[in-house]
């Protein structure tokens, strides 16, 4: 019962597994999720799958909407840049601060942002045909 409380709040990042950047972006983020609501699933799992139609999921492969945060319990997507501050809110004071200030940000500038560095991702951090999410306390974070 608890369980199902927990799962109805938690915040699902869903990730470009084969991107270097985003991995490590995975990594950073469960680092500092000291509340534990943060899980994770790349863009080729069966929960992405599962979830695609109903959230508007981008297929994997997909260049400028690899990092959505789902928010469960509201049964809303957070893309882009609305899902890195979304996401950075969930951490401590410096952090949050930061999510706030984003979404003071005309949309169109801190997509534009985004945009860029979504199209330039692989070729200035790599990518691996293995998913660069490393086991150890993340592997029971991330949704299959």
Known sequence: MLLDCLVKERLVVIFDEGCLLCSGAVRFLH????????????LGSQYATAHRESFGLPEPGASAETFVVLD?????AFTRSDGVARV?????????????????LPRGLRD????????????????SEHCGVPPGSLRGRVLD
């Open 72 to 76: 469960e319990a509201a049964q809303k």
């Open 112 to 127: 534009g942002a985004y945009s860029f560095v979504a199209r330039n991702r692989r070729h200035w951090f790599g990518s």
């Open 88 to 104: 950075l809110r969930e951490f401590g004071p410096g952090w949050s601060q930061l999510g706030r200030l984003l979404g003071f």
């Open 31 to 42: 680092e500092r999720d000291r509340r534990g609501r943060l899980w994770f699933a790349g």
